[in-house]
């Protein structure tokens, strides 16, 4: 709870269907296993499809991992107005639709309204961005965005805490997206330097 108003601390979380729901989850169970952040997520029909064929997992197993789930069409939700106070959003995959939507304002669906809320508010916007190689539609999206405040995080593995599992990896990449956020989690490494030679 927010010690100043008593209402809760509240994250919305956007899934896209660029490939990459693993992220989702692990955010979701990181959220959920270390913090007291309310979680609001929003799926797109596509990272259903893609949570069945990477994961094998299904849209109850999901929804199961988050404090509120907003259907993606319902734009009168809570988090499609800036007078509901969260600290920010996560869009996690982030398609290069969804991307292109943000960037130009088409607020078209509940996470792009939302994302659209959180830059008007000028709260924090993390898109994780999940594309390879990208052309330059892609690299001026992510332009217009990082002009509107929000944080280009493509997931790019960190090799210098000496992960041994694709899950430390992933863990890692949602542990820095979290501290982008202002959630710091007690057992996220912290680069401690190295002597140079």
Sequence with gaps: MNPCNGRPRRLIIGMTGATGALYTVRLLQLLRQHTNIQSHLVVSPA???????ELGLSKAELHQLADVVHPIKDVGASIASGSFHTEGMVIVPCSMRSLAAVAHGFADNLITRAADVVLKERRRLVLVVRETPFNAAHLRNMAAVTDMGGIIFPP???FYFKPTSIEQLVDHSMQRVLALLGIE???APEWQGVRTP
Excluded: G, I, K, Y
């Design 156 to 158: 790019l593995p960190a």
């Design 185 to 187: 989690l007690p057992d």
């Design 47 to 53: 990272a259903l499809l893609n949570l069945d064929v």
